[in-house]
Nanobody, 116 residues
Framework: QVQLVESGGGLVQPGGSLRLSCAAS????????MGWYRQAPGKQRELVAR???????NYADSVKGRFTISRDNAKNTVYLQMNSLKPEDTAVYYC??????????WGQGTQVTVSS
């Protein structure tokens, strides 16, 4: 069963924008999407942005000022608005979710490619 589902990835030119979404599916387990990570080929997975239920946010220095994370608690969904995209943003982006017992829930990932 897929607990977290990402969408919105794709191919864009440098300077373009994408909006990613992560929705939690209902399966009797309350998984709350909390943030986004990414992993580029040959590189370590890194935190991109996170957000609490109360709206507190944190961003990686590399994306600060360009990306904005937000959430819709009624839909149990988080979003990542990505502007001014650079080739170095190319990666698979993963949604991370928490329950009261674990913070190690992940989506399947969505590919973001920034290239001319």
């Amino acid at each position: 069963q897929v607990q977290l589902v990402e969408s919105g990835g794709g191919l864009v030119q440098p300077g373009g924008s994408l909006r990613l979404s992560c929705a939690a599916s209902g399966s009797g387990l309350n998984i709350v999407p909390m943030g986004w990570y990414r992993q580029a080929p040959g590189k370590q997975r890194e935190l991109v942005a996170r957000i609490t239920n109360g709206g507190w946010t944190n961003y990686a220095d590399s994306v600060k000022g360009r990306f904005t994370i937000s959430r819709d608690n009624a839909k149990n969904t988080v979003y990542l608005q990505m502007n001014s995209l650079k080739p170095e943003d190319t990666a698979v982006y993963y949604c991370n979710g928490w329950t009261s017992m674990s913070n190690d829930y992940w989506g399947q990932g969505t590919q973001v490619t920034v290239s001319s």
